[in-house]
């Protein structure tokens, strides 16, 4: 059984950094299109950024762009997201996703399109 698990998440001030990390078990396990969402509470899931897996395209909602970075390392077959001058409003429980079934970078925002996820690690930004 496939499984994501992500690490990394933490308390950070304002302006702060932190990285998170996926990795998923079986570490053989490949996907076309992986990416990070986030949900706060009382809030639907967003999409925070994604990466084709095979080509490194990737891909960020507008409210990260700039501060975020998502990459990989296909030699470890690990899913990274760097979020850099992090902000209250940056604070959620982040979800790492894998999309096995689609096109590379099909719709990589629409998180109806993973079939994949991980069970989240919180990111709390204080003020």
């Known amino acids: 059984q496939v499984q994501l698990v992500e690490s990394g998440g933490g308390l950070v001030h304002t302006g702060g950094s932190l990285r998170l990390a996926c990795t998923p078990s079986?570490?053989?396990?490949?996907?076309?299109?992986m990416a990070w969402f986030r949900q706060a509470p009382g809030q639907e899931r967003d999409f925070v950024a994604a990466?084709?897996?095979?080509?490194?395209?990737?891909y960020y909602g507008d409210s990260v762009k700039g501060r975020f970075t998502i990459s990989r390392d296909k030699a470890k077959n690990t899913l990274y997201l760097h979020m850099n001058s992090l902000k209250p409003e940056d604070t959620a429980v982040y979800y790492c996703?894998?999309?096995?079934?689609?096109?590379?970078?099909?719709?990589?925002?629409?998180?109806?399109?993973?079939?994949?996820w991980g069970q989240g690690t919180q990111v709390t930004v204080s003020s």
């Open positions: 996703a894998a999309d096995t079934l689609h096109p590379p970078g099909n719709y990589p925002s629409d998180d109806a399109g993973y079939n994949y």
């Open positions: 079986p570490r053989t396990f490949l996907s076309n299109t």
């Open positions: 990466i084709i897996w095979s080509g490194c395209t990737t």
